[in-house]
């Protein structure tokens, strides 16, 4: 299987345990890299006074940091849940979560509660299996 269909499998199958267990603390915490239309995306009119307040910062050319720890978490948090996360033009990075792959590295995040049950366990055998380095 490659790489990134595993990963994603992966993903389907904590979909349900992410939105019953998880208080969203990926959303809540730490900063993600953003894109110019990622950020827009996410802060919309609220882009310039974050910025002013240093809940984004310019961290190249086209790419933003966005504290999530500052205020409520990412703005596009309601009661915990994500209201664009059905929204294919959401952030990489959100798309991503909690599985990066790299080369023959696969990163796990080790902020992910379905990481720290090991809810994953199945897939990262697969993933060793099929030659890749598996790191928290």
Same mark, same amino acid.
């Given at each position: 299987?490659?790489?990134?269909?595993?990963?994603? =499998?992966?993903?389907?199958? &904590? %979909? *349900?345990? $992410?939105?019953?267990? $998880?208080?969203?603390?990926?959303?809540?915490?730490? #900063? +993600? %890299? @953003?894109?110019?239309? =990622?950020?827009? !995306? @996410?802060? *919309?009119? =609220?882009? =310039?006074?974050?910025?002013?307040?240093?809940? &984004?910062?310019?961290?190249?050319?086209?790419?933003? #940091? !966005?504290?999530? %720890?500052?205020?409520?978490?990412?703005?596009?948090?309601?009661?915990?849940? $994500?209201?664009? /996360?059905?929204?294919?033009?959401?952030?990489?990075?959100?798309?991503?979560?909690? +599985?990066? &792959?790299? *080369?023959? /590295?696969?990163? !796990?995040? %080790? #902020?992910?509660?379905?990481?720290?049950?090991?809810?994953?366990?199945?897939? &990262?055998?697969?993933?060793?299996?099929? *030659?890749?380095?598996? #790191?928290?």
């Amino acid at each position: 299987m490659v790489p990134e269909q595993l990963a994603q =499998e992966a993903r389907d199958a &904590i %979909s *349900g345990f $992410c939105l019953t267990e $998880c208080p969203a603390y990926c959303c809540r915490k730490g #900063s +993600i %890299s @953003l894109t110019t239309d =990622e950020l827009t !995306l @996410l802060t *919309g009119p =609220e882009t =310039e006074r974050m910025l002013s307040k240093q809940i &984004i910062v310019k961290s190249g050319a086209d790419r933003y #940091s !966005l504290q999530l %720890s500052y205020e409520k978490g990412c703005p596009m948090l309601l009661d915990y849940k $994500c209201t664009i /996360h059905d929204n294919p033009d959401r952030p990489l990075v959100c798309r991503e979560f909690p +599985i990066f &792959i790299t *080369g023959k /590295h696969v990163h !796990l995040a %080790s #902020s992910c509660f379905a990481v720290k049950t090991n809810i994953l366990f199945p897939y &990262i055998r697969q993933f060793r299996e099929s *030659g890749y380095d598996v #790191s928290e």
